[in-house]
């Protein structure tokens, strides 16, 4: 018996599906290529994204008392930004407002004595025109004249006070930054300007214990003047030495009203410069932006120029990108350009070109491919017209540069 055998269908061959899939490979690639390809006055480069970064640094040196942001804050211009100790220098500045007024009182003593004097003088010159006066009156002006001589002395004795409590403020601030330059902590302009504010307070307490001999000299004086009234008022002769002792008391309350005068605008001084320093201790932000890094805790103690934060303003960014040296002439200043980022290759940013190298150098190393790294480019900055804060340093991107458009 004869098997009937079923028939095969014949084998197709895959050969048409693989050229069929190479042409449509290669019409895909074509018309990749032919839609990258720059257009007609565009010039396409790429890069990073860069920004201006401003470091915020201490004027004065001092210890960190606060630091008010961390990296990747963002920050208005003005704000508060690190706070240094400020109580020794308030110490200083009670110091010096309490200079002030001692001043300021005893000037006031000083003009109230020449006020005195010069009645006195007014008074003994009429004497010696008078053959007999009142000399109970001139007994009471002597007793005055001893009374206000004795108000200086306290006065005087009162500076000496005040002056050795700006000796002992001078001599920790002086002994405070001999260790802080022997730790390294300061500078030695700042150790020098202690170590002279110490000899200032030194001279100064010299001064004003010259001033309680000089008083105690007037008070003796004036007490002798009182004797000799109560005993020869009637005397033209000892009449005409009080009036030279009166005068010379004048020239002495002149030249210590002077001298109070004085005290008064060296202390005021003293005190707008502390109160400056005070102001340095608050270091507020130069611009608005973020902080881009953060170098100090509080507790640090750090010297005056030390970098404590870095600000970059994000409405002053730029793409970093290369041109190849044979394309560099196409190129000028205020072209304009689109950038995209590679977040958002969809959104062009407006931009022109703010700078261009001027001279070739060899393509970055951040280039992966060795070959491109060998070719000369010159580095172009394409300034971003409006980065509204979404463009960040760092950040990948493309940019076309229109060769043909300049920014008006």
Do not use: C
Not at 375 to 381: D, Y
């Amino acid at each position: 018996m004869t098997q009937t055998m079923g028939s095969e269908k014949p084998r197709r061959s895959p050969l048409p599906l693989i050229l069929g899939a190479l042409v449509l490979s290669g019409i895909g690639y074509g018309l990749w290529v032919w839609l990258n390809q720059p257009k007609a006055g565009e010039l396409k480069v790429s890069g990073l994204i860069e920004g201006y970064e401003t470091d915020v640094g201490a004027k004065t040196p001092g210890r960190i008392d606060e630091v008010t942001v961390r990296e990747g804050d963002g920050v208005k211009k003005g704000q508060l930004l690190v706070r240094l100790d400020d109580s020794e220098i308030q110490a200083q500045l009670r110091g010096a407002v309490a200079r002030i007024n001692a001043a300021q009182q005893q000037a006031r003593q000083a003009q109230l004595q020449l006020r005195v004097l010069n009645g006195q003088i007014t008074q003994a010159q009429l004497t010696l025109q008078q053959s007999k006066g009142d000399a109970e009156g001139r007994v009471n002006q002597a007793d005055a004249q001893v009374a206000t001589a004795q108000a200086q002395l306290a006065q005087a004795q009162a500076t000496v006070t005040s002056a050795q409590s700006d000796l002992r403020l001078a001599l920790l601030n002086r002994n405070r930054f001999a260790q802080l330059l022997k730790e390294g902590a300061t500078s030695q302009q700042q150790f020098d300007q202690a170590q002279a504010s110490f000899e200032s307070a030194q001279a100064n307490l010299k001064a004003r214990n010259a001033s309680v001999v000089a008083a105690r000299r007037q008070v003796n004086a004036a007490q002798g003047a009182l004797t000799q009234t109560q005993t020869a008022t009637l005397n033209p002769q000892l009449r005409d030495s009080q009036l030279s002792v009166v005068r010379e008391q004048l020239a002495q309350a002149q030249s210590q009203l002077a001298g109070a005068q004085a005290e008064v605008v060296n202390a005021e001084a003293t005190k707008s410069q502390l109160q400056a320093q005070i102001g340095y201790l608050n270091i507020l932000s130069p611009i608005s932006g973020v902080v881009t890094s953060r170098s100090v805790e509080p507790g640090a103690v750090v010297t005056a120029g030390k970098t404590l934060l870095s600000l970059i303003d994000l409405d002053r960014v730029y793409l970093r990108g290369y041109v190849p040296e044979g394309s560099i002439g196409k190129v000028r200043v205020g072209q304009q350009a689109r950038v995209y980022l590679d977040s958002d290759s969809t959104k062009p940013y407006t931009a022109h070109i703010a700078a261009i190298d001027p001279k070739a150098s060899f393509t970055p190393e951040n280039i992966y491919f060795k070959d491109e790294r060998v070719k000369q480019v010159f580095g172009v900055k394409i300034v971003i017209d409006k980065p509204a804060g979404y463009v960040k340093p760092g950040m990948p991107a493309d940019a076309e540069i229109l060769v043909g458009e300049t920014k008006p």
